[in-house]
């Protein structure tokens, strides 16, 4: 039992450190944003041995600049 409510606990935190890590990422967009730049974002798969992982990758371009 003490197994499964260390694991339940365990998804808990990872999942309150999920929202905090989106409150920080969209406080950064917000700011690039603001700043004049235009956010690229895109969503990757990396392949390991445990399986298929989703990774963000983020950039930004200068909005003046940017390709039509």
């Given at each position: 039992?003490?197994?499964?409510l260390?694991?339940?606990?365990?998804?808990?935190?990872?999942?309150?450190?999920?929202?905090?890590?989106?409150?920080?990422?969209?406080?950064?967009?917000?700011?690039?944003?603001?700043?004049?730049?235009?956010?690229?974002?895109?969503?990757?798969?990396?392949?390991?041995?445990?399986?298929s992982?989703?990774?963000?990758?983020?950039?930004?371009?200068?909005?003046?600049?940017?390709?039509?």
């Open positions: 039992m003490n197994i499964e260390s694991a339940l606990e365990e998804r808990a935190e990872a999942e309150e450190h999920l929202v905090d890590a989106l409150r920080v990422l969209n406080q950064a967009i917000r700011r690039v944003h603001r700043t004049g730049l235009l956010v690229q974002a895109e969503i990757l798969t990396m392949h390991t041995t445990q399986g992982v989703p990774a963000i990758s983020l950039g930004s371009l200068d909005r003046q600049f940017r390709a039509n």
